[in-house]
């Protein structure tokens, strides 16, 4: 639903679009009330300048607030608005890949790519770069006394790693310390970065109600993969390339909370039609 600058917006849950002049959005947002956020937006001082060169609101109606993070999430990435700079960057992730008790090095930095990638344990964190990666792993070290050469940090030494000299490091590099004891360690200080495992047979679909009609939002191995509308019957396909933390981030809690209803996927969705429109077009109102 396009809209002209002065219209009446509806107060309803869903992500809305701001157009000016050019070919690029100046901003996607996300509101349970979409209303009631264009009027925050107009009374924000420092939103002054982007709110000047609104010309029209474009407006995506959805069934719950999983919906609406999911539809924005994919929309700064796909469409680039000049005001999103945080989120609309897509860049290649790493996360932290802890190997088998014994391993040395003890860990692997890798790139999440894989589908297959969200069923593997043992995974931590995602990081910008390698560099931010390093950066928290030394912290991380410094802290709890492990050993940068184990965790493959530093080149492996006979005399063991810098931090040992120092009396910093606890001696898994000189068999001071256990190396089953140092990986228990290290899962430990990293067991509040892990990501949880796609534990499900298959794909799921979330189901969220908003008065008399619905949504169904395709998610596998922490990917949104569709999206059934049931105001126009059409089931719209995404194609992600991977996984995507934001939308890891997007669906983890209320999925491993119980706090979305859930079913398996269906093979047959009762749609009227299959949708013709683009695959990363959203669900419209009829």
Not at 40 to 46: G, P
Not at 149 to 170: N, T
Request: aromatic letters at 6%; proline letters at 7%; one cysteine or more.
């Amino acid at each position: 639903m396009m809209l002209p600058l002065g219209s009446e917006l509806p107060a309803v849950t869903g992500v809305y679009v701001f157009w000016g002049e050019g070919q690029l959005p100046l901003y996607i947002g996300k509101s349970i009330d979409i209303r009631a956020r264009f009027r925050a937006h107009q009374l924000a001082a420092d939103e002054a300048e982007m709110m000047s060169r609104v010309q029209r609101i474009e407006i995506h109606e959805t069934a719950g607030e999983i919906g609406a993070l999911l539809l924005e999430s994919r929309l700064i990435k796909l469409m680039h608005p000049l005001h999103n700079i945080r989120l609309r960057r897509v860049r290649p992730l790493v996360c932290i890949q802890l190997m088998q008790a014994h391993a040395w090095p003890a860990l692997q930095l890798v790139q999440p790519k894989d589908p297959q990638w969200a069923m593997q344990p043992d995974r931590f964190g995602v990081f910008a770069s390698r560099h931010a990666a390093h950066r928290f792993l030394h912290k991380l070290a410094q802290r709890e006394r492990l050993c940068l050469s184990v965790m493959g940090l530093e080149p492996r030494q006979a005399r063991g790693c810098f931090a040992r000299q120092l009396q910093a490091c606890d001696g898994a590099c000189v068999g001071a310390e256990p190396l089953d004891l140092h990986h228990e360690r290290l899962r430990t200080a990293l067991s509040h970065l892990q990501i949880h495992v796609w534990s499900f047979p298959g794909a799921i679909e979330l189901i969220e109600q908003q008065g008399g009609w619905q949504q169904r939002l395709g998610i596998d191995r922490w990917q949104h993969v569709s999206t059934w509308c049931s105001k126009t019957g059409d089931l719209q396909r995404h194609d992600p390339e991977g996984f995507d933390w934001d939308t890891y981030r997007i669906l983890v809690g209320p999925v491993l909370m119980g706090k979305v209803k859930w079913e398996p996927a269906r093979s047959a969705k009762p749609a009227r039609r299959r949708a013709t429109i683009k695959p990363d077009q959203p669900c419209e109102n009829p």
